[in-house]
């Protein structure tokens, strides 16, 4: 199979060590050295998608658009400008409008230089540049060296050495020199913070400007030059029309006004640029000279030789610059790229163990991981991430699961007394594992359209609004980072889970659960897309197009889920997706109906997830109201697999229709749902069947509706501070600041059956009725009414247990006037649907791709 390269040699270099050695470059926009680190811009590939049709027509023959744009940038005359395919384009032409006898070229420089003359039979002086001044030009010297008819040519800054001048120098000494013509190579000054470009800033100066390197678009070839205007004038007769394609034009002309984009770009450049120095700087036998550009000359002086280190490094799939082809520089220099910050790391270890021999010491190794990502919301993220935890425990590999942030109302409670998403419970379970909020450490739990509760590492932190949390955000990816450190040094592999899409351009700057956590895990990401909804393949394809470079870079394949027929049938679609994004399609997963595993949140509850078809058989009809804020529904879920339980979900009175039993579940926002009962007249419903016997449950949040009153005055879930209940039971509630969070065992004491669970509220209850629990350490929750068809309690997860579930559906039946159950009871056990949903993914997935991007 083919390799990847880490390239840090010029371009072509690399394609012809690609051909030679079977090596393979991922992207064309990836293969260049002195390349801006953090990748083009993001809007570059919608903006090439979005001018297609540009290419069915000819280009404007001098890009007149992006020399009028140019010309304001570098306050100039756009007659002064051309653009050109390429910089290099316009220096080989150079000679040809010049009328110079001598060209005078401070070494070492651009190769090209001395080559573009020699072509041209122009005599060439090099002055040496002095290793003992850092390279640095001696401008007198320079200057009692020039005479007319003269070409001096500086790199500005120079390349290898990275050394840059100020502008008045050669300002002045093109004012003193008019008979000597200035040609100021600028093709790396963008990566400078300070300095001023020469463009325009004299009549014997030449400037050349290459957009290739800063916006980082090589395969474009884009760039261009400001000259005298009679020297511009033969030079455009010169060049044909059309040369620059329609496509660079329009990336051009966004480009250079992108001011965002450029600051951003000089910001991450130097933060690397000063981790790649620091880095180097404590390695043994090296010298490196200082430089302003996006590249570093270093000098080796030990007793390896570039040659053989530049061998041992490429076997590592690094390619540096071999420096001995420069004039004034020996067989011991290089030159390196400054690269991303992974790269750079990468580059340092292998160095430090090459020159440091064994005592070389590296960071740790991050652990194995996977990721799961989603076109959209309700993918199936979360139950392919159990899928494959439990394919992963069942070949034998210690896995665990993780989430960086999730937003859901449906949580957990661990038995150390911390808050985490109730999705990744379940994946801990398809582990078996228990549940441990290292794999969750930041839980959003929304309370309004436009805030959340703020729990972090299982304890809650605070109500935010949007922009609130998202200021926040910076802490929290911290909090996460150091939560998937400790957990992931636990286990021999990670399986992340991603949220939403990381396709959501609003959210992609302050993203913390997608693809900025796949880069700090350094996991490869499967993109998964739920075909049951249409337009997977234009998803997978769309979400690739809005994705920046080194995200598409995590990218590893897609995943198709929830397909109805033959998959067979979908290889041209797939056979399209690779043409288009380079991707393939690693599986295909089967449409599950009813596969017994908990979903994430309330998305797929209000889908319909719950839905089944009406028993046969005698049976009891319980309705469960469907709350605006509703949490933790899946206290319910056990009822799905009761043969003579008929569940509905109702959120309107017409719907409620005559059940057994109405089931009020748990809230985020007990104020504004019990107001939302009220306006929709579903209070007076609840009320009117209670009243007529009807047997009504709540269930925490829903057991404080069942009370007189409900106030919050500390605003904790709502801004309105107090409301009446439905009243159907004599209790008051009021909102804590402290969060109760506590695992729960004990005893129903009408029933004397065991329950077990946990309670996650802020309200205090107060009523003088006895308790419906005892629990094994004393305390108690819960109550009744006086007639005993209305109760309810605290204890999330009290139908889980098998015995108390089948006491209460059989009284149920007895009220109704039916027998008891008969049957074989039902056990509440997810054990066989995690293997049985093992089988299906194992069988619709390629397992074998799937190690080798875990490298296990």
Known sequence: MAKTITSYEHGGNIHAAARENGLALERILDFSANINPLGPPEWLRPCISGNLDTVLHYPDPYASELKAILAEKYGCLSDTIIVANGSTELFYQLPRVLDCKRAVIPVPCYIDYIKVLELAEIPVLPVTLAEKDNFEPDFDAIAELLRPGDLLILGRPNNPTGVCFQADIIEELARDNRDVTFVIDEAFLEFTNDEKSLAGKGSNIITLHSLTKFYAIPGLRLGFGVFPPVIAKKLQRLLPPWSVNSLAQEVGKRAVQDSEYQHKSRDYFQS???????????????????????????????????????????????????????????????????????????????????????????????????????????????????ALCRILLQDGVRVAPFKAQNMSLNSYVTHDGLEMGRAQVVQAQAARLDPDVRMN????????????????????????????????????????????????????????????????????????????MARYAESPVVLVGDIDRGGVYASFVGTMEVLNQWERSLIAGFLVNRFRGNSDLLQDAHDYVKMHTGKDVLGVIPYLANHGIPEEDSVSFKEGLFEREKPEQDHVEIVVINLPHISNFTDIEPFLNEPDVFLRIVDQPSDIGNPDVIILPGSKNVIGDMQALFHTDLAATIKEKAANGCEVVGICGGYQMLGKSISDPMQIESQQGEMTALSLIPMHTKMAADKTLLRRSGVHIASGQVVTGYEIHHGQTKTDRAPLFKYDDNTSCGITSSAGHIWGSYLHGLFDSDSFRRWFIDGLRVRKGLEKYNGPNICYDLEPAFDRLADTVRQGLDMDQIYKLLKL
Do not use: W
């Open 272 to 386: 690397c640029k000063k981790h790649l120095e620091e880095g180097l700087a404590h390695l043994p036998d090296l010298h490196v000279y200082p430089s302003v550009a996006n590249y570093l000359l270093v000098k080796l002086q030990g007793s390896l030789t570039v040659k053989d280190l530049a061998q041992k490094l490429k076997e590592q799939n690094i390619l540096i610059r071999d420096c001995s082809n420069y004039q004034n520089l020996g067989e011991d220099f290089f030159r390196i790229a400054v690269r991303s910050q992974s790269d750079n790391q990468f580059l340092l270890e292998q160095l430090h163990k090459i020159l440091a021999g064994s005592r070389a010491q590296t960071r740790k190794k991050k652990t194995p991981s996977i990721m799961f990502q989603g076109t959209s919301s309700n993918a199936g993220k979360s139950v392919l991430t159990a």
């Open 441 to 516: 450490p930041i839980l959003l739990k929304p309370n309004s359209d436009t805030g959340s509760q703020i729990i972090v590492n299982g304890k809650p932190v605070g109500n935010m609004a949007v922009m609130e949390y998202v200021d926040y955000k910076k802490n929290a990816m911290l909090k996460a980072c150091e939560a998937y450190d400790d957990l992931a040094s636990d286990f021999d592999t990670i399986v992340l889970e991603g949220a939403g899409s990381p396709g959501e351009v609003n959210l992609k700057k302050h993203d913390i659960v997608n693809m900025r």
